[in-house]
């Protein structure tokens, strides 16, 4: 008798028609609901039609382009002149002849990882139509003349939006890797990932917030940022932690850290084995570290000069009654950098020398170069903020981080739109990614404040530019020795920009330039040895005759660091232990504030 029981073609699972009933059904009733809530939603808000005043970059560039046609139709034949050859070559591979690509990816593009992608011909000759096809996009409107140099900034860097989100990695039916797995499952990982996306609409209330990382896997205080320590002072803006001794003795300048307030504090405390805050407790140093509140509407007020006063200037008297000792050591990292470069011409101009050495993170005073982030910053997107600002009392953190991720659109957005919703993965957990998740609002005022006078007019590098609680703030006055960390790949401060830093304090200054990028060549502990350092003592004041004198050394600049500032300030007193001082402890670390999430 005959057989009758079908059997899947090998390497093919046919998909299951009640569990595909059943999603579906989940599918339908989740979508309506995700709809509503949308339209909701809309009706109660005022959009501009285009917030970010793109329309009108390109429609200069459209016109400009058409002035110039002889250029367009050459860029055109080239083009074209590649794409014949693509042709013959793959034509001549499903011969059965060998060729070399007419265009290749570089090997850190990770949307072409998969082998099928250079190995089967169809997806090769996919692979680099879309390649030539971007090349000759942002060849086109990289080369047109007249532009004003932000309109031409704004069209490359939306042009490449475009071009990143037409990669064929991005879609089914051309990426070779998720039409294995649908065959493979059945079709099951197009379900899974069907849900994935409904539940991340879900989570933005019918906005789409991807889920990077496993958000249940981490807990701050739990398993990241768990470097012992007590809350000794709180004010409305931050809550200072100081950390427990390691050592029996301690430096006796006291060592202040002021992160930015964009984000949390404990990427300097991600995990012990990467935490700089652990390291430098095990230096000897005894650590102060800012926690930054999460504002809400009640602090829609709050201008840069608070963040100073009830910043810097408050830790710096807490710190005193909690260790008696009225000189330290500072570093800020990135918004919290400035933030210190202006505290310490506030108190230069007040002839407050507390403050005996700074650090600067990837920390820029010069905004004239400040990297793609320019791109957001004109009069009619700061107008439209503002404007939700007021309406909030602050800028929500989604937002801000939505304009971070498009700066590095293929890795922060496009790897997890294939990873989640055609691969139907589950996010990995990963520490980093969950930090950069957490995001943070920011107060009307100040970031009015900062994005204008800094970003918008620049206003911070001129003597008197600004002024904090009625002082005028002059970068020039400050003789602290300072020392500046930058980061080679920083797509949020460059380097070039940020070395120019050096040329307008007026103290000892050591610049050193680390490999990797805004996050990860700063927290680049000595036993990962994972990325080099650039190292020039002369400060001349072009950034590319530094690095060209520069002496590249293996590993991380932390031990640098340390090896600069206890130069300063050697002795030694007995270690402090947290909440044994006048201040007493409020809570353990890391402390309330960092825990407020946005939902």
Not at 175 to 180: A, D, H, I, K, S
Not at 242 to 258: C, D, F, H, N
Not at 349 to 367: E, G, H, L
């Amino acid at each position: 008798m005959a057989n009758n029981t079908k059997t899947d073609p090998p390497g093919f699972k046919l998909p299951d028609p009640e569990e595909i009933g059943r999603s579906m059904a989940d599918v339908a009733e989740r979508s309506q609901r995700i709809v509503s809530e949308w339209l909701k939603r809309q009706a109660s808000e005022e959009h501009a039609p285009d917030p970010l005043n793109i329309g009108s970059a390109f429609m200069e560039m459209t016109t400009r382009l058409m002035a110039n046609p002889a250029r367009l139709v050459a860029a055109g034949l080239g083009f074209w002149q590649d794409y014949l050859t693509l042709w013959q070559n793959t034509a001549r591979r499903v011969m059965g002849m060998e060729t070399e690509p007419v265009i290749d990816s570089p090997s850190t593009d990770r949307r072409f990882k998969d082998d099928a992608w250079r190995e089967n011909e169809i997806f090769d000759f996919i692979r680099q139509s879309y390649l030539l096809s971007a090349r000759y996009v942002q060849d086109v409107v990289r080369q047109v003349d007249g532009l004003d140099p932000k309109t031409a900034q704004k069209v490359d860097f939306y042009a490449r939006q475009f071009v990143d989100a037409m990669s064929p990695s991005n879609f089914l039916l051309t990426n070779p890797e998720v039409l294995r797995k649908t065959a493979e499952t059945g079709g099951e990982n197009l379900l899974k990932g069907l849900n994935n996306l409904l539940s991340d609409l879900e989570q933005g209330k019918g906005k789409l917030h991807i889920k990077m990382t496993d958000m249940d896997a981490f807990k701050v205080g739990e398993n990241i940022g768990v470097s012992p320590g007590k809350v000794v002072y709180q004010n409305d803006l931050m809550q200072l932690i100081q950390y427990a001794p390691s050592t029996e003795t301690v430096l006796k300048r006291p060592l202040l850290i002021g992160p930015p307030w964009i984000n949390k504090f404990y990427i300097l405390d991600l995990r012990p084995r990467n935490s700089f805050v652990r390291w430098a407790v095990s230096q000897g140093h005894t650590v102060f570290m800012i926690s930054w509140v999460n504002p809400d509407e009640r602090l829609a007020e709050k201008g840069f000069e608070d963040y100073m006063t009830e910043g810097y200037l408050a830790a710096l008297d807490a710190i005193e009654q909690a260790t008696g000792e009225r000189e330290v050591n500072a570093i800020g990292y990135c918004l919290g950098g400035t933030l210190l470069a202006s505290t310490l011409a506030y108190m230069a101009a007040k002839k407050d020398n507390r403050i005996k050495s700074a650090t600067f993170f990837v920390t820029m005073t010069d905004f004239a170069e400040a990297g793609e982030l320019g791109v957001f910053i004109d009069e009619e997107q700061l107008r439209s903020l503002e404007d939700k600002m007021n309406k909030r009392g602050y800028l929500e953190g989604s937002e801000m981080a939505t304009t971070f991720n498009m700066l590095r659109a293929n890795d922060l957005i496009w790897s997890f739109v294939v990873n989640n919703y055609l691969l139907g993965n589950d996010p990995f957990p990963f520490d980093l990614l969950y930090w950069n998740a957490d995001s943070t609002r920011m107060p009307a005022r100040m970031h009015s404040f900062y994005l204008r006078k800094m970003y918008q007019e620049n206003l911070l590098k001129d003597p008197n530019g600004i002024s904090l609680n009625g002082v005028p703030i002059d970068l020039r006055k400050i003789k602290t020795p300072a020392y500046f960390l930058s980061t080679r790949e920083d797509h949020i401060a460059p380097w070039k920009s940020t070395y120019r830093g050096t040329q307008m304090l007026s103290g000892p200054k050591r610049f050193v330039l680390a490999a990797s990028g805004h996050i990860a060549g700063v927290v680049n502990p000595p036993e990962g040895g994972k990325y080099s350092h650039w190292i020039n003592t002369e400060l001349p004041p072009d950034p590319e005759a530094w690095f060209k004198g520069a002496t590249e050394i293996a590993g991380s600049w932390w031990p640098d660091w340390h090896h600069w500032v206890t130069a300063l300030g050697k002795e030694q007193v007995p270690a402090r232990v947290p909440g044994e001082s006048k201040l007493g402890a409020i809570e353990d670390a890391p402390g309330a504030y960092v825990q407020v999430r946005l939902s």
